[in-house]
């Protein structure tokens, strides 16, 4: 178990609809960083927070947004759905910036 | 351009054949590599951290090595419970103090046949 907990495990919706993915990181981690993982491109970066302010950037679609908030919890949004968003989204935390970063369980986003 | 490149793609093994699995990477000025464990439909699991050419890391059967352009993971006398995906990551170049973001190989999925 690293410490990092992700909520929901599982999300089957439909196209066109909009969810919310929640990442609690690792106690004392101020790092949140938000990936994408879909069967044929791997691990993607999408977006990194540190200590609630956007850190860095990845290959982010402008339908999808996250914060971070005071108590260091992230939320990554997924909005106007497609097909191709169906994946696995991780979220991982570190201590500090360039830190190791620690994985959360995941969540399984179904599109259909 | 390909940063990180993971070979072989997949690697079946008896129990007991030790071998090794090899990340080459571009990125200069490395700021660290990374290896991670992945079961199927799980988060990646930490493994090493190298920063440092000739820098070495163990734990339990697996043991991490580093030069200038590739990282080796060694696995000696591998058990069933060792089958997963092994990932490599890297911060890429350019990247600097408000750029952490990892870039991953595809991994290496191995394979311990009892």
């Known amino acids: 178990d690293s410490g990092v907990t992700q909520t929901p495990k599982h999300l089957i919706t439909a196209t066109g609809q909009r969810v919310t993915l929640r990442c609690s990181p690792r106690s004392g981690d101020l790092s949140v960083y938000w990936y994408q993982q879909s069967l044929d491109q791997g691990l993607q970066f999408l977006i990194q927070?540190?200590?609630?302010?956007?850190?860095a950037k990845g290959n982010i679609l402008e339908r999808f947004s996250a914060q971070q908030f005071p108590d260091l919890h992230s939320e990554l949004n997924l909005s106007s759905l497609e097909l191709g968003d169906s994946a696995l989204y991780f979220c991982?935390?570190?201590?500090?910036?360039?830190?190791?970063?620690?994985f959360g369980p995941g969540t399984r986003l179904l599109v259909l | 351009e390909d940063q990180v490149t993971q070979s072989p793609e997949a690697l079946r093994l008896q129990e007991g054949e030790s071998s090794s699995l090899n990340c080459s990477y571009t990125v200069s000025g490395l700021r660290g590599l990374f290896w991670y464990r992945q079961d199927p439909g799980k988060g990646p699991e930490f493994l090493f951290t190298l920063y440092s050419a000739g820098e070495e890391k163990e734990k339990e059967r697996l043991k991490a090595t580093l030069t200038k352009k590739e990282s080796f993971l060694h696995i000696t006398a591998p058990k069933p419970e060792d089958s997963a995906t092994y990932l490599c990551a890297v911060h890429p170049p350019g990247s600097n103090f408000g750029n952490e973001k990892l870039t991953f190989g595809t991994g290496t999925r191995l394979t311990i046949i009892p």
């Open positions: 927070y540190y200590n609630g302010e956007e850190r």
């Open positions: 991982a935390s570190s201590a500090v910036v360039e830190g190791t970063q620690y």
